[in-house]
């Protein structure tokens, strides 16, 4: 197969993601790099992401943070959220992402919209106040508005699977696909930038689940978009199931073809190298980037707390040093866009 001969639709994008042949997936990883230089340039934006909490109500069938897995939970205190979003000011990050388990509590919704508004208080020297994105999953339009008003600005809820079949396969029977899409609707009228995502490389899923993914982003015309290969984790159902999924090497192989693809498909939005990939492979999130992603998260979360965040087994990709941090990033064509909100191009242009 080549990159000069694939078409958009639906078989396209699944004969392309089927195609294992490595020239071609190389091929088409640099094309898409290019094209991310050509349409919004070389930057790579940041995000200091503070994971505040692994505390949730959702029970995913996938997740190492699920509510019956037994784990230590933990939630930051407001003190050490702002000490952590200090510290992505100080090292002119621009933006802060604040993720974390699902909560609909008053007491927890009423600190994020506090945490929101001390955040934008933040010292940021010349550069503008922190822009922060929310990743706290479903809420009511009520709780979305709130937080909107508060100055997030940015949200992202991934879809996980768009299919609604795999979706099912993947979560409890009481998660309901249909209330997840209509969150990502709510979010887009409110007026976040509204991102999602999907993993993959799950178990049940096909090179046309992928491809329809993409789709969706694409219908959705969704500013930004935060994908991922998943990584089983040893206590959940879906690994403790048996069901099988593809190997190591062919999910970070995937992960970075989505990445390419998407990028074909959708040139000047924002795309995340996820953490995800750095499981895979040490440089992961740097070959994301160089496979056409343009946003790169430092992790800013306290250490003690940050083990505990374990959507999935990660113990080889835990931050250490200032490795962790942007210094991570050693190929020359990485250029990065200090100081910058970094909203998408695409985004800017609507
Ligand atoms: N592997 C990869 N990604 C996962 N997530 C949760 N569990 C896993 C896993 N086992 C992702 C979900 C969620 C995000 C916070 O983490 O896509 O949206």
Same mark, same amino acid.
């Given at each position: 197969?080549?990159?000069?001969?694939?078409?958009?639709?639906?078989?396209?994008?699944?004969?392309?993601?089927? *195609?294992?042949?490595?020239?071609?997936?190389?091929?088409?990883?640099?094309?898409?790099?290019?094209?991310?230089?050509?349409?919004?340039?070389?930057?790579?934006?940041?995000?200091?992401?503070?994971? %505040?909490?692994? &505390? *949730?109500?959702?029970? *995913?069938?996938?997740?190492?943070?699920?509510?019956?897995?037994? *784990?230590?939970?933990?939630?930051?205190?407001?003190?050490?959220?702002?000490?952590?979003?200090?510290?992505?000011?100080?090292?002119?990050?621009?933006?802060?992402?604040?993720?974390?388990?699902?909560?609909?509590?008053?007491?927890?919704?009423?600190?994020?919209?506090?945490?929101?508004?001390?955040?934008?208080? %933040?010292?940021?020297?010349?550069?503008?106040?922190?822009?922060?994105?929310?990743?706290?999953?479903?809420?009511?339009?009520?709780?979305?508005?709130?937080?909107?008003?508060?100055?997030?600005h940015r949200y992202l809820l991934r879809i996980e699977a768009f299919n609604p079949d795999l979706y099912r396969k993947i979560h409890p029977e009481d998660h309901s696909y249909d209330r997840r899409l209509q969150a990502l609707y709510d979010l887009k009228e409110i007026g976040y930038q509204a991102g999602t995502?999907?993993? %993959?490389?799950?178990?049940?899923?096909?090179?046309?689940?992928?491809?329809?993914?993409?789709?969706?982003?694409?219908?959705?015309?969704?500013?930004?978009?935060?994908?991922?290969?998943?990584?089983?984790?040893?206590?959940?159902?879906?690994? !403790?199931?048996?069901?099988?999924?593809?190997?190591?090497?062919?999910?970070?192989?995937?992960?970075?073809?989505? &990445?390419?693809?998407?990028?074909? !498909?959708?040139?000047?939005?924002? &795309?995340?190298?996820?953490?995800?990939?750095?499981?895979?492979?040490?440089?992961?999130?740097?070959?994301?980037?160089?496979?056409?992603?343009?946003?790169?998260?430092?992790?800013?979360?306290?250490?003690?707390?940050?083990?505990?965040?374990?959507?999935?087994?990660?113990?080889?990709?835990?931050?250490?040093?200032?490795?962790?941090?942007?210094?991570?990033?050693s190929d020359s064509r990485i250029v990065i866009g200090y100081g910058r909100w970094g909203d998408s191009k695409h985004f800017r242009q609507e």
């Amino acid at each position: 197969m080549k990159v000069s001969e694939l078409t958009w639709d639906r078989e396209g994008l699944a004969a392309a993601i089927a *195609c294992e042949d490595a020239a071609f997936e190389a091929a088409l990883r640099e094309e898409a790099y290019r094209v991310k230089v050509d349409t919004i340039g070389p930057e790579v934006y940041l995000r200091g992401l503070i994971e %505040i909490s692994n &505390i *949730c109500v959702k029970d *995913c069938l996938y997740c190492g943070i699920r509510r019956d897995i037994s *784990c230590p939970r933990y939630e930051l205190s407001e003190e050490e959220v702002l000490s952590a979003a200090r510290t992505a000011a100080g090292r002119r990050f621009g933006s802060v992402v604040i993720q974390g388990g699902e909560r609909t509590d008053a007491a927890f919704i009423r600190k994020i919209t506090r945490l929101l508004k001390e955040i934008k208080q %933040i010292d940021t020297g010349d550069d503008p106040p922190l822009g922060i994105t929310l990743s706290l999953g479903e809420q009511s339009r009520e709780v979305y508005e709130e937080w909107f008003d508060a100055g997030a600005h940015r949200y992202l809820l991934r879809i996980e699977a768009f299919n609604p079949d795999l979706y099912r396969k993947i979560h409890p029977e009481d998660h309901s696909y249909d209330r997840r899409l209509q969150a990502l609707y709510d979010l887009k009228e409110i007026g976040y930038q509204a991102g999602t995502g999907a993993m %993959i490389g799950i178990p049940f899923q096909t090179a046309e689940d992928l491809a329809d993914d993409l789709l969706f982003y694409k219908q959705f015309d969704a500013p930004m978009v935060g994908m991922g290969p998943y990584n089983p984790h040893p206590q959940t159902p879906l690994t !403790l199931s048996g069901a099988p999924y593809p190997s190591a090497e062919r999910r970070f192989a995937l992960g970075l073809k989505m &990445i390419a693809l998407l990028r074909l !498909l959708m040139p000047d939005i924002n &795309i995340a190298a996820a953490t995800a990939l750095e499981v895979l492979d040490p440089r992961g999130r740097e070959k994301g980037l160089l496979s056409g992603a343009n946003v790169f998260m430092p992790n800013v979360t306290p250490r003690e707390q940050l083990v505990k965040y374990n959507l999935y087994d990660r113990k080889t990709s835990l931050p250490d040093g200032p490795s962790a941090l942007e210094h991570g990033l050693s190929d020359s064509r990485i250029v990065i866009g200090y100081g910058r909100w970094g909203d998408s191009k695409h985004f800017r242009q609507e």
